[in-house]
């Protein structure tokens, strides 16, 4: 009569080991959900004007201190758009983009340090396991930068996400931040360049000076300028992510 061997322990550590995963991944999904919650319920309005009167107070500094703001909004997910917009009319076209280039890259390193430190690990070892989710894997680290730059400047995935979700790619830190950098320069000048114009047109209409003609002319072919070759980008990028999705 045969008898069935006794089950086999796990080996020393295994138990520590998943036990960490598992603290890993609530501690994980528990950021992600105050993050998100945070995101959506922080009264945007309210705080922007308090900015606005910090900026003001603050002189100089005012450009640095919106920065932080910049980049502890991008963590918090909150749409960058207004924010971008809301630089260009406090800061004017130069400094408004200096200013939301250097806050939206420090936001997106950050999120992309939560997710690299937190679960690229751990999703290294599931893709031992799952050759297809492995393959995707390699693609997009052979792609390195080229990859991340048509992503960035593709609307396909949000801005906010995508800066988490690089973290779990095996796409290299400085590779990701310089080229997100760069693909996301034509978004930001656009919205600055938005915002720049419509203070020009408020601070017009508050003094009951209407702009000049000419000046009119010069601000909407620049904005129709940016804006078309912004679409033009953007679908460009579009069509290299269909070509490479096609290899």
């Given at each position: 009569?045969?008898?069935?061997?006794?089950?086999?322990?796990?080996?020393?550590?295994?138990?520590l080991?998943?036990?960490?995963?598992?603290?890993?991944?609530?501690?994980?999904?528990l950021l992600?959900?105050?993050?998100?919650?945070?995101?959506?319920?922080?009264?945007?309005?309210?705080?922007?004007?308090?900015?606005?009167?910090?900026?003001?107070?603050?002189?100089?500094?005012?450009?640095?201190?919106?920065?932080?703001?910049?980049?502890?909004?991008?963590v918090?997910?909150?749409?960058?758009?207004?924010?971008?917009?809301?630089?260009?009319a406090s800061?004017?076209?130069?400094?408004?983009?200096?200013?939301?280039?250097?806050?939206?890259?420090?936001?997106?390193?950050?999120?992309?340090?939560?997710?690299?430190?937190?679960?690229?690990?751990?999703?290294?070892?599931?893709?031992?396991?799952?050759?297809?989710?492995?393959?995707?894997?390699?693609?997009?680290?052979?792609g390195?930068?080229?990859?991340?730059a048509?992503?960035?400047?593709?609307?396909?995935?949000?801005?906010?996400?995508?800066?988490?979700?690089?973290?779990?790619?095996?796409?290299?830190?400085?590779?990701?931040i310089?080229?997100?950098?760069?693909?996301?320069?034509?978004?930001?000048?656009?919205?600055?360049?938005?915002?720049?114009?419509?203070?020009?047109?408020?601070?017009?209409?508050?003094?009951?000076?209407?702009?000049?003609?000419?000046?009119?002319?010069?601000?909407?072919?620049?904005?129709?300028?940016?804006?078309?070759?912004t679409i033009?980008?953007?679908?460009?990028?579009?069509?290299?992510?269909?070509?490479?999705?096609?290899?």
């Amino acid at each position: 009569m045969k008898t069935d061997p006794p089950p086999s322990e796990p080996p020393p550590g295994q138990g520590l080991e998943r036990l960490g995963t598992v603290v890993r991944w609530s501690f994980g999904l528990l950021l992600a959900g105050g993050l998100l919650l945070a995101g959506s319920v922080l009264p945007l309005e309210s705080t922007l004007e308090r900015l606005a009167a910090s900026i003001e107070e603050a002189g100089a500094w005012g450009p640095i201190l919106y920065a932080l703001f910049y980049a502890i909004a991008t963590v918090l997910m909150i749409p960058g758009s207004v924010l971008t917009i809301f630089a260009g009319a406090s800061f004017g076209l130069l400094w408004g983009t200096i200013t939301v280039s250097i806050g939206s890259t420090a936001g997106a390193a950050l999120a992309f340090l939560i997710t690299r430190l937190l679960a690229r690990r751990r999703i290294s070892k599931m893709l031992e396991h799952r050759p297809w989710l492995g393959a995707i894997d390699k693609a997009l680290d052979e792609g390195g930068w080229k990859t991340v730059a048509l992503m960035r400047l593709s609307p396909a995935i949000p801005f906010n996400l995508q800066n988490y979700l690089w973290g779990l790619t095996p796409v290299r830190f400085w590779t990701c931040i310089l080229s997100s950098w760069l693909a996301m320069l034509p978004g930001t000048f656009l919205y600055v360049y938005l915002g720049d114009t419509s203070r020009e047109a408020v601070g017009a209409a508050v003094a009951d000076e209407p702009l000049e003609t000419t000046r009119w002319i010069v601000r909407a072919v620049g904005l129709l300028a940016t804006l078309a070759v912004t679409i033009y980008i953007t679908r460009l990028a579009r069509r290299q992510l269909d070509e490479l999705g096609d290899i």
